[in-house]
């Protein structure tokens, strides 16, 4: 919300021939992309340590026969897929 707002404090600015508020339309904008960013990759890495987690907990529920580690480790697997779609 709070870059779409710095965009139209941005256009506001530039109709009205206001240099401060384009500037801080700007500074807003450019702001809240970061966080957005700094968020997703985040979610991303969190994702990847899921992935991890799930494979190790499927190989070691394979290898020990038990089936309920196994399905803890798809639903890590699947986790940490949809995290690093994002």
Do not use: C, F, W
């Not at 899921?50 to 494979?55: F, I, S």
């Amino acid at each position: 919300m709070s870059s779409y707002m710095g965009s139209a404090k941005q256009v506001i600015g530039e109709k009205l021939g206001s240099p401060d508020m384009v500037a801080s339309g700007v500074a807003q904008k450019t702001q809240a992309d970061s966080v957005l960013r700094e968020a997703a990759a985040k979610t991303h890495a969190e994702g990847h340590g899921h992935n991890v987690e799930g494979q190790a907990q499927k190989k070691v529920g394979s290898l020990t026969g038990d089936k309920t580690m196994q399905a803890k480790g798809e639903v890590n697997d699947a986790i940490g897929n949809a995290q690093r779609s994002v």
